[in-house]
């Protein structure tokens, strides 16, 4: 039992925000806290990966990526082209020549901060236990843990909606536990979405909506990039997505932009290069 004197004076970072995402989301009370849970939901290909990926990589943070939605290669590739403003094409072809050695120098700092954990379908014990390791490596646990994703979890429970509602009591308490901010990736129902738009809250699957503080809907279209904080228990909430904002992305470099301007700067500076 505490004061509230005790939680003021104490070392806690618990409810800390993380470096900004982007002006634009900060705009729309849009953040990463320590110990707290985080959903970002969407239908396949809506950028749900590109989005944590790219925070991950660009908010110079701690991390622990459990990446169980894709390969190892894939993971490498996507990171390399984020790293050096790269398309994902491009870093393949450069694995294949000797300008290997400028994604091997990247990934040498990166490798300094951020973890992978490539297991296909890991237990919630594993995800304690490669935290653990995170911790006995680094010394402090990481900021920002991210799970790619709920779906690809190892069931503990015969029912697949009582196991990703257990799973995210669990990841709940992890964030509490750690202080780290928990982003967990998630599916929303095809029948209840459009590919094109940010999903309402309700589209999640599973009824995982309670534990959350923040759940991010999200979906993209060309250069367009959707995000609507369907549920934001410290900011402003749009549980219907109807007010979604807006900004841009290059998915063949897995980059976001607050604007196409500086998406546009962006593609004339890589003229130039």
């Known amino acids: 039992?505490?004061?509230?004197?005790?939680?003021?004076?104490?070392?806690?970072?618990?409810?800390?925000?993380?470096p900004e995402i982007l002006p634009a989301f900060s705009s729309a009370t849009i953040k990463f806290r320590r110990g707290q849970l985080h959903v970002i939901a969407g239908q396949p290909g809506g950028g749900k990966t590109m989005l944590s990926l790219w925070y991950a990589?660009?908010?110079?943070?701690?991390?622990?990526?459990?990446?169980?939605?894709?390969?190892?290669?894939?993971?490498?590739?996507?990171?390399?082209?984020?790293?050096?403003?790269?398309?994902?094409?491009?870093?393949k072809a450069m694995r294949e020549t000797e300008e290997i050695y400028l994604i091997e120098d990247e990934l040498i700092e990166l490798s300094q901060r951020i973890r992978i954990e490539p297991n296909p379908h890991p237990t919630l014990d594993d995800i304690y236990e490669e935290t653990e390791a995170y911790v006995?490596?680094?010394?402090?646990?990481?900021?920002?843990?991210?799970?790619?994703?709920?779906?690809?979890?190892a069931a503990a429970h015969d029912n697949e909606w009582t196991a990703m509602r257990d799973a995210m009591s669990a990841l709940h308490s992890l964030a509490r536990e750690t202080e780290s901010a928990v982003v967990v990736l998630h599916h929303v129902s095809e029948n209840d979405s459009k590919p094109e738009f940010p999903a309402a809250r309700k589209a999640l699957m599973g009824k995982v909506s309670q534990l959350p503080e923040l759940i991010l809907t999200?979906?993209?279209?060309?250069?367009?990039?959707?995000?609507?904080?369907?549920?934001?228990?410290?900011?402003?909430?749009?549980?219907?997505?109807?007010?979604?904002?807006?900004?841009?992305?290059?998915?063949?470099?897995?980059?976001l932009f607050n604007n196409k301007e500086e998406l546009e700067m962006a593609n004339t500076r890589r003229q130039w290069l």
Request: glycine share 6%; aromatic share 4%; proline share 5%.
């Open 1 to 18: 039992m505490r004061s509230l004197l005790q939680v003021v004076r104490s070392t806690s970072e618990a409810g800390q925000d993380l």
């Open 57 to 91: 990589i660009k908010s110079n943070t701690r991390v622990l990526y459990f990446n169980a939605d894709s390969d190892q290669g894939t993971i490498v590739n996507r990171a390399s082209a984020i790293l050096l403003d790269r398309t994902v094409d491009e870093v």
């Open 136 to 153: 006995e490596l680094f010394g402090c646990p990481p900021d920002l843990i991210v799970v790619d994703n709920l779906l690809n979890l």
């Open 218 to 255: 999200v979906a993209m279209s060309g250069d367009n990039y959707l995000v609507a904080a369907v549920k934001n228990r410290d900011g402003v909430s749009d549980p219907g997505a109807e007010n979604p904002i807006r900004v841009a992305v290059d998915p063949s470099r897995m980059c």
